[in-house]
């Protein structure tokens, strides 16, 4: 609604209207008045008159600003009162509709889809047939699956492990409380400190001499998996998860004091750069070279072998690695908030 | 004949296995307490599994699979009272009202495990 | 004499699948946290007996690679779960004994 004007005498509309009805406006008598009062006043005023002046405006503000605080009073009440609760409704409602009609406009395009299974699907064409027949004399690994998805169609892999990159790099920037190397005996850095103790309640005894049997176990266990990915099920990601799991224990019988010996932030950034750049570097030329990208110089060689299938355990090797150290990333900031 | 034998040996090894699997899920039923159904947990990482793994082992002959498998229940062996022991620290450091549900013959020990560091 | 080996195994099979839902039961009924816990390790070990069982049924080895895994899984749920759940419970008796002094 439009502002109630306190000088709406002195707006165009009415003084228009006035000087139709009588000739005469509001500016001609104010003019002859102040001619009158300048012709009595010689002297400038005294500061006991100024004084009076300015208190008698003041008082003339205060009581507009009260008139006004009047007039918008009943609209105050009202957004307090009954408008919080229509907007309130109103939120609700509208939130059910939206959800409503998107859960309908998806299950709309889910009915478009063909029958499962069908022989004639857009999928079920000739290149999986290839991909079955030529799978193993092509890219020399035992295992198909591995052969897809890092030798046929290795930039999705590239891909995949991006995006892993990336949710650990918004993990960190969420939840990172680093220390503060300026200032050691910061307030700050002593509360982390005191959490962390709070944390880690005790070390135990039975679990450290169990866990200093077992993590170097699983680690093997996990390199296994890494390294056979191209023969038997397991690959990059199952690997490398293993291997997380491994320090993750290690992490939870130890302390983070005695991890940090070996296994800091810096060591984290640098092997996932650099193991990301080495599957960058390896498969990505083919930006330059055009979609026939250059021979391979490494041979398949044997299939069963375990340094067949020409880069794909170099590439298993990467994978692992980097899901390793981003397992480790994800329990130590969501636990502590810092590596 | 011997295929026979050992079908007979294998299901014997399998029946043994799946009453102590039964007794184990009838006691984490009937025990009052939790700290008693430990023992009940505890049943089938030790005598469960070697059991049935035996009598599994027994009808595959000896390969790569089954070494694979006893390696499984020697990982078990190592674990079990681990988590068996931490499960109990647990319920000792958390229970408020220890007196009610047993009879507590180290106090200083419970004392210092309430109180942390 | 496989058509015995597969009799026995299915009736191995469906019993310990009984006994993994009298597990689940207990995990959804049990008081305390220590039931709970206690559950979900039989529920693991349960399920290592299950796959090792459809390993050799089925004659594939890669299986028990799975197993392997899952062993370790559930040892490591245990460590973390207690270890968190005895950081909560000191954390809530600090800030009582804090609110109590101030």
């Known amino acids: 609604m439009a502002k109630i004007r306190n000088d709406y005498e002195h707006s165009w509309w009415p003084r228009l209207l006035q000087w139709l009805e009588d000739g005469s406006t509001t500016l001609d008598d104010e003019l002859t008045q102040e001619m009158e009062e ?43 009162t ?3 609760k229509i907007v309130d409704w109103a939120y609700r409602i509208m939130s059910v509709v939206i959800c409503v009609s998107i859960i309908w406009v998806l299950l709309q395009t889910a009915s478009y889809l063909p029958p499962f299974g069908s022989p004639d699907n857009p999928v079920n064409n000739e290149v999986s047939q290839r991909y079955i027949e030529k799978g193993m004399e092509e890219t020399g690994a035992v295992n198909i699956v591995a052969g897809m998805i890092l030798d046929y169609r290795a930039f999705d892999t590239l891909g995949e492990s991006n995006v892993l990159f990336i949710a650990a790099c ?49 680690l093997i266990y996990g390199v296994y998996g890494v390294m056979n990915g191209h023969i038997s099920p397991g690959g990059g990601f199952s690997g490398g998860a293993i291997m997380g799991a491994a320090l993750i224990l290690y992490l939870n019988a130890f302390g983070f004091k005695r991890t940090e010996r070996f296994f800091t932030f810096k060591t984290f950034q640098v092997v996932s750069v650099c193991a990301l750049s080495f599957y960058a570097v390896s498969k990505a030329y083919s930006f330059f070279t055009g979609a026939n990208h250059l021979p391979s110089f490494i041979t398949p060689g044997n299939p069963g072998d375990l340094f067949s299938a020409g880069l794909i355990p170099y590439l298993n090797i990467a994978v692992g690695a980097v899901v390793c150290c981003t397992m480790y990333a994800f329990y130590t900031h969501f636990r502590k908030g810092d590596m | 004949m011997l295929d026979t034998i050992r079908f007979i040996i294998s299901l014997l090894l399998t029946l043994g296995g799946l009453f102590v699997l039964l007794s184990g899920v009838v006691g984490i039923y009937k025990f009052k307490y939790s700290l008693s159904r430990i023992h009940a947990g505890a049943l089938f990482d030790t005598v469960g599994i070697v059991l049935m793994m035996l009598g599994v082992v027994v009808g ?58 | 004499m496989t058509e015995a080996y597969s009799v026995l195994y299915s009736v191995t099979l469906s019993i310990l699948g009984l006994f993994l839902l009298a597990c689940l039961v207990r995990a959804i009924i049990g008081p305390r946290i220590a039931d709970r816990l206690i559950a979900i390790n039989m529920m693991g070990t349960l399920i290592v007996i299950i796959v090792c069982i459809l390993a050799f049924v089925m004659n594939e080895g890669g299986l028990v690679d799975v197993a392997i895994t899952y062993v370790m899984l559930s040892f490591l749920a245990v460590v973390l779960l207690t270890k968190i759940y005895m950081g909560v419970y000191h954390e809530k008796r600090r800030r009582e004994e804090g609110n109590t002094d101030a």
């Open chain 1, 38 to 80: 300048s012709r009595e006043q010689h002297l400038l005023p005294s500061h006991e008159d100024v004084a009076a002046y300015e208190a008698k405006l003041e008082e003339r503000r205060n009581q507009q600003l009260a008139a006004e605080l009047d007039m918008y009073a009943h609209a105050h009440r009202w957004s307090k």
């Open chain 1, 82 to 84: 009954k408008g919080a």
């Open chain 2, 60 to 117: 595959n002959g000896i390969n790569l699979t089954s070494l694979k498998m006893l390696l499984i229940v020697c990982i078990l062996w190592l674990t079990s009272p681990v988590s068996g022991h931490l499960i109990g620290r647990l319920e000792i450091t958390i229970n408020d009202e220890l007196e009610k549900d047993m009879m507590v013959l180290d106090q200083s020990m419970v004392q210092h495990e309430k109180e942390g560091d």
């Open chain 1, 170 to 218: 918004s993990v960190l920037i969420l939840l990172r409380v680093s220390s503060d190397k300026h200032d050691p005996t910061s307030v700050h850095q002593l509360e982390v400190e005191a959490d962390d103790r709070m944390y880690e309640p005790k070390n135990d005894i039975i679990l450290q001499h169990i866990s200093a049997f077992l993590v170097p176990m699983i």
